[in-house]
């Protein structure tokens, strides 16, 4: 596939979903910024295509994400894609959710979230186009328990896409979120390790159970995120806006 844009942005593009659709775009022909917390992690990614562009950035720091922006717009022009992936989770219940894990995760998943585009949304005013892709996840769409600052998090995410895709509905920037279940990644192993600690289960039975969550009964590689953000950023869907597109299987 090939994009007729220039330059992306890609928060988290260290592991996981950030990773899959920093490659993605890359070979795609589009220059690439990737961002995280650990340049360790940023460097290997950009040690295998060239169109990657690693910066050590951290997305709940406003100072963080706009000296990401100069440095990065000023070596390879404005963004024209902004993906804004970079997020966190920890489970708890409710009662047990202490003051800082909650405006942790919010920092993170939704005002990380809101920071990472809103530098983006003049330049591509100007430039009369962009994609701006929020990945969410199928728990911004539904309730589950044990997660409840994430659930939140998420949920507020979809609404910041939906406020964006309507403020930006006469122009050709697109705003869309892409809400997965459970998806292979550095924190979905955390959550199995979570889970076997916790229960005393094995860990392939912590895993099944985790699959089972999602409609089709198996984890979600990242490249089908990847695939999904793709296409949003394609010609073909230019009238895709304000989408929080499920990606679990089943009905969400």
Request: hydrophobic residues 45%; glycine residues 12%; aromatic residues 4%.
């Amino acid at each position: 596939m090939t994009l007729t844009f220039s330059h992306a942005l890609v928060t988290g593009g260290g592991t996981g979903i950030g990773k899959a659709v920093a490659e993605a775009l890359a070979a795609a022909g589009v220059e690439v910024t990737i961002c995280g917390r650990r340049m360790e992690a940023l460097e290997a990614v950009a040690a295998v295509n060239p169109r990657i562009h690693p910066i050590c950035a951290d997305v709940a720091d406003e100072q963080s994400v706009a000296a990401l922006y100069e440095a990065a717009q000023g070596a390879r022009g404005a963004f024209d894609i902004v993906i804004a992936n970079a997020g966190t989770g920890a489970s708890a219940p409710a009662h047990r959710t202490s003051l800082d894990l909650w405006q942790q995760t919010m920092a993170v998943n939704l005002t990380g979230a809101f920071l990472t585009v809103r530098p983006a949304i003049e330049p591509m005013r100007k430039a009369g186009r962009g994609r701006i892709v929020f990945i969410a996840s199928i728990a911004g769409l539904k309730g589950a328990p044990y997660i409840s600052a994430y659930v939140a998090s998420k949920h507020g995410v979809v609404g910041l896409t939906r406020a964006l895709a309507a403020e930006l509905a006469q122009t050709e920037i697109t705003v869309n979120a892409v809400c997965p279940g459970y998806v292979e990644t550095p924190m979905l192993e955390r959550t199995i390790a979570n889970i076997v600690e916790k229960t005393g289960r094995g860990e392939d039975a912590a895993r099944a159970a985790i699959a089972g969550d999602n409609a089709h009964g198996r984890i979600i590689a990242p490249e089908e995120v990847a695939d999904t953000v793709m296409w949003l950023c394609g010609e073909g869907a230019r009238s895709v806006n304000g989408q929080a597109i499920a990606l679990s299987g089943g009905e969400a």
